[in-house]
């Protein structure tokens, strides 16, 4: 099994860099929840991009196996400091949908698939600086819910989603 790291672009997925130096020793993933590690790019044996490639906010550092990604994670920082290399803080890109807000929006009587599918159209997929497109697959509405969001709550579209994927039955 041979290990390997790609950065990619956030927005379009298209492989920015190869990073054969990139050094993580920890990755992890779980069910409903974004997990986060740090990475090290020695500078001497990165691309010449590597600026472009670790972009905060704007990169995916991809963990390849044979070729097949099995971890990404989204640069949540990027620090240089007096030696060779630059040091990442990486978080799974489900974080992003932590710094994504809910509106003024009511649900009643909608699917909780509908109403999970409607939160991405709206806050995550588009923005006024774009978002992520993120690809949903569901089948039908689902349970009948009722969700109100007002904006001056500052809910974040991860929390509106662990919320319903609380209740009993959620998605």
Known sequence: MALSWVATDARTGAVVADLPGLECSTVKRSICRYESTTATLPIPTAPE???????????VMILLSDGVPIWGGMVTQRTRDLT????????????YLDRRFVGDVT?????????VAAIFAAYVTTGPRGGLPFRLAYTGAGTLRDRSYLR??????YSALTELSAVLGGP
Do not use: F
């Open 49 to 59: 991009n590597w600026r472009d490639a670790t972009r905060p906010g704007g990169s």
């Open 84 to 95: 060779d290399s630059v040091s990442l803080s990486l978080a799974t890109v489900e974080a």
């Open 107 to 115: 649900y009643t009587a909608t699917g909780q698939n509908a109403i």
């Open 152 to 157: 001056s709550d500052r809910k974040t579209v």
